[in-house]
T-cell receptor, first 113, second 110 residues
Framework: ETGVTQTPRHLVMGMTNKKSLKCEQH?????MYWYKQSAKKPLELMFV???????ENNSVPSRFSPECPNSSHLFLHLHTLQPEDSALYLC????????????FGPGTRLTVL | KNEVEQSPQNLTAQEGEFITINCSYS?????LHWLQQHPGGGIVSLFM???GKKKHGRLIATINIQEKHSSLHITASHPRDSAVYIC????????????FGTGTRLTIIP
């Protein structure tokens, strides 16, 4: 039990669909992250929120839209995705944004047809 | 940009063997992380260190700041240690985001 949950665990969508990934942390942390893990590539940071404000946007295409309504919840809204966006999307949280241990959720395996 | 290189990429060993995984990075950092990823995707943070050595159970992590190098050791390896081990660094050029290595796939044979 990591204290970070993600839903759904698996998602298949067409290129014209709109879907959202949800992350929830029960650890009282102030920073939350979205990462993308593609096959045979290192983890890539997508977005960071600290105290509900976005502090990092790592040149992510606009078809990915994050939302952080409060310190416990993080969403990743998806629209008009491409097949190359198929990957494992991981959420993480830490007490602070900076040199701190990050706690990861189980991930959402996304397939774009 | 900080380059993070891990070696070896793949490692197969017999149960009980002493395991060493290496990580090198190219520019100064504030912290280095070792992570473990099991099949299915879940990632667990093992260590965060900025100097010296840390130990947790059978796992030991060391870092040499001058040489920009870290090692992860596993003593008395067990099949349940089979996983991908990932090194990540952060704090270079004042940027706190983590840069990740490609991982080392470890397989322990009973």
């Amino acid at each position: 039990e990591t204290g970070v949950t993600q839903t759904p665990r698996h998602l298949v969508m067409g290129m014209t669909n709109k879907k959202s990934l949800k992350c929830e942390q029960h650890l009282g942390h102030n920073a939350m992250y979205w990462y993308k893990q593609s096959a045979k590539k290192p983890l890539e940071l997508m977005f960071v929120y600290s105290l509900e404000e976005r502090v990092e946007n790592n040149s992510v295409p606009s078809r990915f839209s994050p939302e952080c309504p409060n310190s416990s919840h993080l969403f990743l809204h998806l629209h008009t995705l491409q097949p190359e966006d198929s990957a494992l999307y991981l959420c993480a949280s830490s007490q602070v944004w900076g040199p701190d241990t990050q706690y990861f959720g189980p991930g959402t395996r996304l397939t774009v047809l | 940009k900080n380059e993070v290189e891990q070696s070896p990429q793949n490692l197969t060993a017999q149960e009980g063997e002493f395991i060493t995984i290496n990580c090198s990075y190219s520019v100064g950092i504030s912290a280095l992380h070792w992570l473990q990823q099991h099949p299915g995707g879940g990632i667990v943070s093992l260590f965060m260190l900025s100097s010296g050595k840390k130990k947790h159970g059978r796992l030991i992590a060391t870092i040499n700041i001058q040489e920009k190098h870290s090692s992860l050791h596993i003593t008395a390896s067990h099949p349940r240690d089979s996983a991908v081990y990932i090194c990540a660094v952060g704090g270079h050029f004042g940027n706190e985001k983590l840069t990740f290595g490609t991982g080392t796939r470890l397989t322990i044979i009973p």
